[in-house]
């Protein structure tokens, strides 16, 4: 008994250094000061604080306040109200964090055709933060608030992150009190409503912040679902063959992304790659944006009415104007957009080419259309008109010839108006 005042070794060889009323009550075991702190079981330790508890084998408690040191070997370093209560297990500090597996976990090796098994239980660890459990053998939670990893070998992290699953990883923002867990054994489940982004020394990441996915050529990246009721699974994969001074970097000679989609049976039934030439092949594209194709023409107005047929400028080459008069064997298309209908594909070449307007070149758009000609009836062809930029009916077939726009596919009796037309011009 070093001094203090109440202070009780009950033991062999036990050791308390002083504090108030602290107890040392198992072989070997040590209080070394503060105040109603407890170490009651052989070799058991308390370093200071006040009612604390180490009451395993070896078992240890830093300091801090009413923290418990219940599995063999466990230790909890500090903080408030903690408890390290399966074997091994480890709680650094923070506040009412628990780390309990205890769980038994066996693994296989094989030496020359022989097995080696391993046993371990235990092991959990929670690092710091608040309310936070690891319950299962090998569990680990870095730190945050509120987080659960109950799945052996399993790893929760940030603000009310779930593992519930072995082998899962679970990490959670702090833009949501609601949990966050995983849905399946070994799984990668992350909540980050501010974006995902990698990157690298040599300059290969993803960044997925700002845009829905950018690919700079990984190393090797590749993961798996397991099957989806009715769905089959999906993969997604990256990956790179160039080295760079030794290191993965971009890829110069292999494809770069994959995603395909499986059905139960394994085979294939859709997918899409991009290599690193640029060029995209997918099984079937549905554009579910847009109806028609377009592209992007300068025009020697600022701004052109969304409907307005469009003819080759021959003044600037390169370059749109609207329509002026009927049967104009120039007319290149519909500018897009009027009506709400926006473009399905928009082509233009990065560099060249660029700005101006979407034209439909085929596909279906609203047209300004004119019916002074005569009422237009679905199925009716339509030309240029007299009107700027307006449609009208053919009723001369030997002037329209190369002056078609498409064929009307609905009704304007007269007057001026939109009219959805299918553009296929010739």
Request: some cysteine.
């Amino acid at each position: 008994m070093g001094g203090g005042a109440y202070n009780v070794a009950t033991n062999d060889q036990a050791f308390v250094g002083g504090g108030y009323q602290n107890t040392a009550s198992g072989y070997i075991a040590a209080v070394v000061g503060g105040a109603y702190n407890v170490a009651s079981a052989s070799e058991a330790f308390v370093g200071g604080g006040a009612y604390n508890v180490a009451t395993n084998t070896q078992a240890g408690v830093g300091s801090g306040y009413q923290n418990t040191a219940g599995g063999q070997q466990s230790f909890t370093g500090g903080g408030n109200q903690n408890s390290a209560l399966g074997d091994f297990s480890f709680v650094g500090g923070g506040i009412g964090n628990i780390a309990s597996g205890n769980d038994l976990v066996v693994d296989v090796e094989y030496f020359l055709g022989n097995p080696f098994f391993y046993y371990f239980s235990g092991s959990s660890t929670v690092a710091g933060g608040h309310a936070n459990t690891a319950s299962a053998t090998g569990a680990t939670i870095p730190g945050g608030a509120f987080n659960t990893a109950a799945g052996d070998c399993s790893l929760a992290s940030g603000f009310h992150a779930s593992a519930l699953h072995n082998g899962s990883f679970v990490w959670a923002d702090n833009s949501s009190s609601s949990t966050f867990a995983d849905t399946g054994l070994n799984q990668f489940s992350i909540r980050a409503t501010g974006g995902l982004r990698l990157t690298s020394p040599w300059g290969v990441g993803l960044d997925a912040s700002d845009n829905p996915l950018i690919t700079r050529g990984w190393d090797q990246f590749a993961s798996t679902a397991g099957n989806k009721a009715g769905h089959g699974r999906w993969g997604l994969f990256m990956e790179s063959t160039a080295l760079v001074n030794g290191i993965a970097g971009p890829d110069v000679g292999y494809r770069q992304f994959e995603v395909s989609g499986y059905n139960t049976d394994g085979t294939r039934h859709a997918y899409l790659t991009v290599g690193n030439n640029g060029i995209t092949t997918v099984r079937t594209l549905a554009i579910a944006g847009g109806s028609d194709l377009a592209e992007p023409f300068p025009m020697g107005e600022k701004e052109i009415e969304k409907g307005s047929v469009m003819v080759i400028d021959p003044e600037h080459p390169g370059e749109l104007k609207p329509s002026t008069s009927a049967y104009d064997t120039r007319v290149a298309g519909v500018v897009s957009g009027a009506n709400g209908i926006h473009p399905g594909i928009a082509l233009h070449q990065e560099g060249a080419l660029e700005g101006g307007q979407n034209v439909a070149l085929t596909g279906r758009v609203y047209v300004l259309a004119d019916a002074a000609n005569g009422p237009i009836e679905p199925g009716d062809l339509l030309t240029t008109s007299d009107t700027p930029g307006h449609a009208m009916k053919v009723t001369n077939h030997s002037r329209a010839q190369g002056a078609i726009l498409g064929k009307a596919m609905s009704r304007l009796s007269e007057g001026k108006g939109l009219l959805l037309t299918l553009v296929t011009l010739e």
